[in-house]
């Protein structure tokens, strides 16, 4: 499957991190709410009109600006 | 080694306050450091030369800060790692081990001494999950302990191992965290498959914007309903006619004591109202000066923070944030801004306070402005429920509805104007749990607290004011000065100048003064909208002081007295 960002994953869809469109600082906090490479990462909204995207990981719920969602690569599975 | 101080350190939502309502007793002081998610207490356990103090320190996710209130939290443990007897208890959540141990390899690596409370042990056990304790103690090489705060399992335990608290043992280079994560993971943790439980579904639906939206109206409404009748009851049935057949009679043979009238009588007990006390309006500090804080305000704010703490523990805040996160970004902030508006709501100062969950400067000045400018409190909505109440949506709408535009148009142009960036919204969503009520209650109770101690001696001083200054005349003084603006502009009478002036002390006392001078409608409604805006009072103004540095809050104050006077002057021409 093609690589595609949290924002255009559908709501449901599950996935697997493949990357960061983003710098250190960035990686670092997402990763220090679990969110990194090769974890397996479940969409469960976006809002209307680019409103933050709530995806799932393990049994952590994460809401993540519409911006900061584009830059998180996800594998669909 | 004789332990004398212990902080409480985890990430935040893994039930660290409750761990800490166990510990302590009810002497629990909360210090300057508020917000919702970022309360800082501090309380005792034990007694006599064993006594340690224990502070609950904001919720973090790691020892790289990211929002003031994280630095906040890194920089209270980094103080404690410099002190002697003192240790850590690293309260993880057993549900989201992963996630947790980020934070405790972190603090593994520092110079003092951790035991580890592993809490949410039941929830864990229900959704599958299961965790080799004694494998994990050894790997880590500190004491860890299954608990489950809110019924109180576990805690003995973690009360008598204290001392076994030790510096961790594990070795591991930094950048390879997450990796040494899994690989602990790995040995210690089995999950079973598991089913999506009902709380799952209802928090999935809440952040749905299909049904989340109608669901947070649903729950705004309900909410309203709740505080209103707590409020109304608690006064109709407790604090009126416990002051009217009580504490009037005293009163009234004191009165007469004073030979019902002079200074000191009118300083106490006020001017009597056809030879009776009139507790709204007679205005002495034993007669209004008690029944302002007491029996219009307390029980509002008593309901109103009973409903907040529920809200808050219960987990439904930071859905909240993310449903209304667009909304707040045309004002120049994230969904997150919510939780300082909604404070302010209570109190403004919590409220100012809780501009520290922002991130950068520009929009905590934004959030602290909006909140001066256009939230009242809820000891002010208190009082303009009392005096515009009998009018109905017809007095009340105006009232609120300016307010509300008012925010959202002056955001906007702040948004515009004060250059800078808005960072996005990026928080955990905590699955909805039962709040413990034992730590409600505490939580409760010490803003009740609070209150009183800020209100009274303010409204107290306010009322010496207000009879010095009608005695001596400054007040019609100033009147003449301001009726241009106050008269012609705003269509008010002289006397409301006073209000205004008061309205710096305490703002609830300020509307009160609205009350004796019998004003119409249309008065009533531009003199509730402008005694929000003009200025804060003195308690919010001292911590946006603080907050914002002596230049930006000179440009919030200049904003907040011109608009004032503007949006005055406007309702007076279109209403």
Known sequence: MAAIDLSQMMAGQTGRIIGFNGGRGLVQRLESMGIRLGVQITKVSGQIMRGPVVVRLGNTQVAIGFGMARKVLVEVD | ?575
């Open chain 2, 1 to 575: 080694m004789q332990v004398r101080k212990i902080l409480l350190v985890g990430n935040p939502n893994v039930g660290k306050s409750v761990v800490f309502s166990r510990l302590t007793g009810v002497s629990v002081i909360a210090s300057n450091y508020p917000g919702t998610t970022v309360e800082f207490c501090e309380g005792g356990l034990g007694s006599g030369n064993k006594k340690m103090a224990v502070i609950d320190v904001p919720g973090t996710y790691s020892l790289y800060p990211i929002s003031p209130a994280e630095k906040v939290a890194v920089e209270m443990f980094d103080k404690a790692t410099e002190e002697k007897n003192c240790i850590v208890i690293n309260v993880i959540d057993a549900t989201n081990l992963e996630r947790n141990l980020n934070l405790t390899l972190q603090l593994l690596k520092k110079n003092i001494p951790v035991i580890i409370a592993l809490n949410l042990w039941d929830e864990a056990k229900h959704i599958g999950i299961s965790i080799d304790v004694e494998k994990l103690q050894k790997i880590l090489g500190v004491p860890v302990i299954p608990t489950v705060a809110i019924t109180g399992q576990g805690i003995k335990e973690l009360v008598n191992r204290l001392t076994e608290a030790k510096q961790g043992t594990y070795e591991y280079k930094d950048e390879e965290r997450w990796h040494e994560i899994g690989n602990i993971i790995e040995k210690i943790q089995v999950i079973k498959h598991k089913h999506h439980t009902f709380a799952e579904r209802l928090s999935d639906l809440t952040v749905h914007p299909w049904t989340g939206i109608p669901i947070a109206i649903g729950i705004m409404y309900i909410i309203f309903q709740i505080i209103r009748f707590i409020g109304e009851s608690l006064i109709g049935y407790v604090f009126e006619p416990l002051f009217e057949n009580l504490w009037a009679p005293v009163m009234m043979a004191f009165s007469r004591v004073l030979g019902g009238q002079g200074i000191i009588h009118n300083i106490l007990i006020g001017q009597l109202i056809e030879g009776e006390i009139d507790f709204g309006q007679s205005f002495g500090l034993l007669t209004t000066g008690l029944f302002v804080p007491f029996a219009a305000v307390l029980p509002y704010i008593v309901a109103f923070y009973l409903v907040l703490s529920f809200l808050e523990d219960s987990g439904y805040l930071p859905r909240l944030a993310v449903l209304i996160d667009k909304l707040m970004h045309s004002v120049g902030l994230h969904g997150m801004a919510i939780v300082p508006m909604l404070l302010g709501l209570g109190c403004n100062v919590p409220g100012a306070l809780a501009t520290r969950v922002l991130e950068t400067k520009r929009e905590r000045f934004i959030a602290a402005t909006l909140m001066a400018i256009a939230v009242p409190c809820m000891a002010q909505i208190a009082m303009i429920f009392g005096l515009i109440g009998e009018y109905g949506a017809r007095g009340l709408f105006p009232v609120f509805g300016t307010l509300f535009v008012i925010w959202f148009v002056f955001g906007i142009l702040m948004k515009l104007v004060i250059k800078g960036e808005s960072p996005e919204i990026f928080i955990e969503i905590p699955p909805y749990r039962l709040p413990y009520f034992g730590a409600l209650l505490k939580k409760l109770w010490m803003r009740i607290k609070w209150f009183l101690k800020e209100a009274i001696p303010f409204v107290l001083l306010g009322i010496l004011i207000v009879n010095l200054l009608y005695s001596l005349g400054i007040i019609e003084f100033f009147g003449r000065i301001a009726a241009p603006v106050i008269t012609k502009l705003m269509g008010l009478p002289l006397e409301a100048v006073g209000a205004l002036i008061i309205g710096f002390l305490r703002k609830d006392l300020a509307v009160g003064m609205l009350a004796p001078l019998g004003l119409s409608l249309k008065q009533l409604i531009i003199a509730s909208v402008v005694l929000t805006m003009y200025f804060p009072c003195v308690a919010t103004f001292a911590i946006l002081l603080k907050e914002l540095g002596i230049i930006d809050m000179i440009k919030a104050a200049v904003i907040m007295v011109i608009s004032a006077f503007l949006i005055g002057a406007l309702l007076n021409l279109i209403l």
